[in-house]
C-alpha cells in the first residue's frame, strides 16, 4: 500500500552496476556497486534520519529478488534530495 507521508528507499536505486531502466535512479558516479540494504541502513543513521527497515520486501521490477526497502517519513526535502545524500554516505562508507 502506498504511504503518502513516507519515502521509499530501494538498494538498487544507488546499485551502480544497474541501468536507469533496471531501477538505478541516480548518475552512476554517485553510486556504488551492489549495496545490500544494511549498507543502505547505516547510511541513513549516519545522516540521523528517521527510518524503519522492511528486509523481507522485493523490489517491484524484481520480484524474485528479496532485497528489502527502507521507508522513510517525508521531511521537506524532495525525495532525489535525500537519495542524493544518502548516496554521498554511502560513497563515503564505502571507501
Known amino acids: 500500500m502506498r504511504r ?4 521509499v528507499l530501494w538498494p538498487v536505486y544507488f546499485d551502480s552496476t544497474k541501468t536507469r531502466r ?3 535512479r541516480l ?8 549495496p545490500n540494504i544494511m549498507m543502505l541502513e547505516n ?9 524503519e527497515v522492511c528486509e ?5 521490477r524484481i520480484p524474485w ?3 528489502g526497502s527502507i521507508i522513510m517519513k517525508k521531511s521537506g526535502e524532495s525525495k532525489l534530495q ?3 545524500k544518502i548516496a554521498s554516505e554511502l560513497v563515503k562508507l564505502s571507501k
Open 4 to 7: 503518502r507521508d513516507s519515502i
Open 22 to 24: 533496471e531501477g538505478r
Open 27 to 34: 548518475p552512476k558516479n554517485l553510486c556504488i556497486p551492489s
Open 43 to 51: 547510511a541513513v543513521k549516519k545522516l540521523g534520519l528517521s527510518y
Open 56 to 60: 523481507e520486501s522485493f523490489y517491484p
Open 65 to 67: 529478488i528479496k532485497m
Open 82 to 84: 535525500v537519495m542524493r
